[in-house]
């Protein structure tokens, strides 16, 4: 990694910060990007290839007329990749929560014991809540694409 001097780095978040906010832009790093020496840094980041990210470069580099108007393509393109980032973050936060709780328990005054039998009644209610899930997951979906078939006819 070079060390760039603190004046090269203050101008480049000037220029960023002159640059309008979306939530794609706000997601990339600073140095999310390789700097082309004879291009500013401005045209590097509004430059599709120059970007990481395809979902960036997809949002941005459309067939549109208006660059900065997403298509249907992109905006389902964006949807899948936030829905993979929040299932990721909402894991990785249950894990560290389960290891939060875990480390609790076992270091507190007195340790919390667990018994097999606690076990088996939790795993129980566990299962009921499961099923119920899994059915309002279930209409849920029902929900989605009728009002994905709805959409359609009133597009159509």
Known sequence: MTTQSP?????VLTDLQSQPLSIIRLSESISSTTPNPTQTQTQNNNNPQARTSDISASAINNETSDPQQPTPTSLAADLSHYRDLFSKLRFSYLEQVTKEKFLRAIVGDPPLIV???ENVELEKQLGEIKAVLKMQKEDVAR???ELERRGRELAG
């Open 7 to 11: 004046n090269s780095i203050f101008e």
């Open 115 to 117: 018994e097999s039998s």
């Open 143 to 145: 929900l989605v694409a």
